[in-house]
């Protein structure tokens, strides 16, 4: 990044880029699952045969059949049909938890990063403090104040998360801050929000990028297990960790209530594993082969 | 070394005073009166205001915080709103069942996390190695509360091997010496305790382990990896050593570095999984006391958990800091 190379036309570029993502099995099944789930989140109205909070109680504990491919709940409700909807509040919660820890966390690393001094102080001891509770905990701290909800389960969620992207920013900044481009941009009299803008932003969205696609998974397994401590979604959301919360009661006498939410949690965090660890073998040469 | 332990220590020191403020403050930024929680629906204004003035609810911000330290300190955290017990005495309870359960847990990740780790990376992209890393993948990817479930079904429902829930047999009662019904067991020469505890450790010790056992199985591949393609390795295996040597005491003692440091970062993922954890298999530990008393808004409780729960993490943290120090003499003296 710190030496000009001869510009690739961009036609060249773009089918090397393709080129290198078809190498990588992890990438394509990954964005495979990922492109099946967001299918499922976009068309779960024709998808689901039933409504996913209609109650009926002649159908209550049903196992899987035809009629209900994944069984109903105790209120006679299609599972399958939940678990479709399931999937657009699962996403919707990773990608804004995850958007709330990016956001605040860039901002936050980039400001200690680059200005160093008492900005850095402040931000990695507040950054250092976070770090010393345990996720849930701290999550739980924030669900407590905040009160139970699932908008609030997110924001937690996003705090949580927050130093992770806070720290790596912040020593991405602070390598890129010494080269001769920033340092001439500045130089040159830009304005600090241009150079960080225009910059040092580009130069570290590699890293942010990889650890976003991890981090959404995480996120929503969190959330699920807020969901499922009875501090996020509230019934009948059609929520994976709460589904799984109730099915624990049913566990023995009807366990696809709680099978198909988690495999569903399971499959939608493989793909966005697998699509992290791919784009960080592509935008990363230097960690290839780190992942699975 | 001791210095380097000592300037951790005093390292530490601020981060414990950020946690507590943080604690403190996030307390008192939960909507509701703590003095109406005590006393309920019939409280008059007068009642109210007494409790107020008792718990000093009624002094400045500053002067609540600096009590709360001071009796934190002395690990004074006041009365559970919800049983009207010492907070102390209810962690005190609490705290060496989640501390056993991490251990065992912990103890699980890192054998098994190694040793499949190890294997895998003997054979690289062989059968093996596939069947293990996609093991790995999906252990990474699946939330503790659906591994539990999904062990309690198989183990506990299903086959009916293993208990569905506790800590020991319902109705064992055993003298309490340590409160870890493990080592209570050993001390007392109570056997059936140990038998009946190691059964009902079993299987929330693997759920509790599962993501932090695949976890360490990536990172030690990915290390002997490295590892076993360094001349030294050659030269031992070029020496004639045997494979199995070259591998244990050549390759692995030096992998073994990393995966130190990764242990202490699943300690934090253990102490939350333990909440999960807790819940599914209906053990009385830290983390589902800090469940209930965030569900029946028991503040106190909150407030005196977190804490220690913070203290344990950073401690813990410290001491595989210690141990790294320790493996690796460069760190001490940078």
Redesign the interface.
Known sequence: MTTAAPALPRRRASALAWQRMARSPNLLVGLLILAIVVGAALFAGFLAPYNPIDQAFADQLRPPSWAHPFGTDEFGRDIFSRVLYGARIALTVGVISDGISLVTGVVLGIVAGYFGGAADSAVMRTVDVMLAFPYLLLAMIVVAILGPSLTNAMIAIGIVYTPQFARLVRGAVLAIREQEFVEAAAALGAASVRVLARHVLPNVLSPIIVMATLTVGFTIVETAGLSFLGLGAAPPTPEWGSMLATGRSYMLTAPWIATFPGLAILVTVVGFNLVGDGLRDLLDPRLRGRGF | MLRYIARRLAQLI???L??S???FL??H???GDVAQLLLGEKGSEADLARIRHQLGLDRPLYVQYGRFLAGAVRGDFGASIRTRQPVIWEIGQALPLTLELSFAALLFAVVVGLAVGVVAARRPHGPVDTTA??G???G???????TG??L??VFG?VLGWLPLGGMVDEGMMFRRITGLPLLDGLLTGNLALVESNLRHLVLPAVALGATSMATIA?MSR?TM?EVLGLDYVRTARAKGVAEPRVVRSHALRNALLPIVTLIGLQL??L???A??TE??FALPGLGRL??TS??A?D?PV?QG??LI??MI??LANLAVDVLYAYLDPRIRYQ
């Open positions: 601020p981060v414990l950020g946690v403020v943080l604690v996030g307390m930024l939960v909507p890393m996609v790995v993948l999906v990474v990817s699946m939330p503790v509360f659906w479930i999904l309690l079904l429902g990536r990915s990896l934090g993922l102490l939350s999984g909440v999960l819940t599914i800090a469940i965030v569900l808004r503040y909150v958990v977190v729960a913070a993490f950073v």
